[in-house]
């Protein structure tokens, strides 16, 4: 691909408001625990993306993707922090984060004792996904209307990022392992398994999270989050074809083409950085 972008470490701290982890998003509690539940698993998760590329490190010889990677470990980390934040908020609300936690950390800790390989087709698969859904939220800007502004800001910055760095750890393996049909037999197939693993993960620990926030027989509740997800809008069904492109023998993460999303990057600094103005003023 001829497409290049290089993805920019951004220090940006969102003082989450108190209280509102549960009802941010004014489409209920269901709503709000779609999202709630993928926060769980970024800490881990971007901390085994970090060390998947760090394996690597030593061997990665092109200057270009070596300053890429840098970048992409510096947004990651700093991923790790605001989310950490986020699930405290959660954690204080009563939902069960650290145990929810420890089982996304214990299965990680089994991927790693995979080959190096492995992790890193298990992260370039993890990135696709990501990408996919940040992609979602980008494209889909009625999603985050009239919610708190401080959680529409970490999650647009979060998608944001997301599409910015997508191609890099893709860039890596295949300098690693190149494009041969083992090389595709092994990401085609860690991307069917992480999609496995992760939404085996995902459904019972969102069905968890309504139900400690006492939303498990509000039909309505699920009525809403059905139709966000696979009704109208449906939001992840019209993501599949995106997702089954994965599997193409010639793909690279920028033949989706969604650059322009990037443009709102300046105006989002500046909305986050009146955030700690507004903070200081409240002191």
Not at 20 to 47: C, D, M
Not at 69 to 91: K, V
Not at 172 to 190: C, H, N, P, S, T
Request: proline share 5%.
């Amino acid at each position: 691909m001829t497409i290049q972008v290089d993805p920019v470490r951004r220090n940006l701290k969102f003082g989450l408001p108190a209280g509102k982890a549960l009802s941010w998003n004014p489409g209920g509690l269901h709503v709000s625990q779609f999202y709630n539940t993928l926060s769980i698993f970024f800490p881990a998760g971007e901390r085994f993306f970090i060390q998947s590329v760090r394996n690597y490190a030593k061997e990665i010889t092109d200057p270009k993707l070596k300053e890429q990677i840098s970048a992409f470990i510096g947004q990651e980390g700093f991923h790790t922090r605001e989310h950490e934040e986020y699930n405290d908020a959660l954690q204080a609300e009563g939902m069960p984060v650290e145990a929810l936690d420890a089982l996304v950390v214990r299965l990680l800790e089994l991927v790693k004792k995979a080959p190096r390989s492995v992790q890193l087709a298990a992260t370039v698969a993890l990135e696709h996904l990501t990408a996919v859904l940040g992609d979602m939220v980008l494209r889909n800007p009625e999603l985050l209307e009239g919610v708190d502004p401080h959680y529409s800001a970490i999650w647009r910055w979060h998608a944001i990022e997301e599409t910015e760095h997508k191609a890099v750890c893709f860039d890596a393996f295949e300098q690693m392992l190149g494009r041969g049909i083992k090389a595709y037999g092994l990401r085609a197939g860690a991307f069917l398994l992480v999609n496995v693993l992760f939404w085996s993960l995902y459904v019972p620990f969102y069905t968890i999270m309504v139900a400690k926030g006492g939303g498990l027989l509000n039909l309505n509740g699920w009525r809403k989050v059905v139709n966000l997800t696979l009704g109208r809008p449906g939001v992840l069904r019209r993501s599949i074809p995106d997702w089954l492109d994965f599997f193409r023998p010639g793909f690279h993460p920028w033949m989706h083409d969604n650059r322009e999303f990037l443009n709102q990057t300046e105006a989002l600094i500046e909305e986050v950085a009146a955030f700690r103005v507004n903070r200081l003023k409240a002191a």
